[in-house]
């Protein structure tokens, strides 16, 4: 993502709006202008997988989405 103040709102927000908990975040920033951030959110299905994606994709700042399977 850009690195920029409200960031992490927008995220957040965009999450929220379609009924999505967060169960960690975590954001570092770096010297080229860029941070990133890592979330782990409760996913029901492959469907409600591609909304998320497509969500965090449409915030003004978002560079890149990527998904990350985590073994339980």
Same mark, same amino acid.
């Given at each position: ?5 409200? +960031? $992490?709102?927008a995220?957040?927000?965009?999450? *929220?709006?379609?009924?999505?908990? $967060?169960?960690? #975040? ?6 080229? *202008?860029? *941070?990133? /951030?890592? +979330?782990?959110?409760? $996913?029901?299905?492959v %469907?409600? #997988?591609e909304?998320? /994606? %497509? ?5 003004d700042?978002?560079?890149?989405v990527?998904?990350?399977? #985590? *073994?339980?």
């Amino acid at each position: 993502v850009e690195d920029r103040k409200g +960031m $992490i709102a927008a995220l957040s927000s965009r999450i *929220a709006d379609i009924n999505t908990n $967060i169960l960690n #975040l975590e954001a570092t920033t770096g010297t080229d *202008a860029r *941070a990133r /951030i890592d +979330m782990t959110v409760e $996913i029901q299905d492959v %469907k409600h #997988l591609e909304k998320v /994606i %497509k969500s965090l994709r449409g915030v003004d700042g978002v560079l890149e989405v990527e998904r990350s399977t #985590l *073994a339980r």
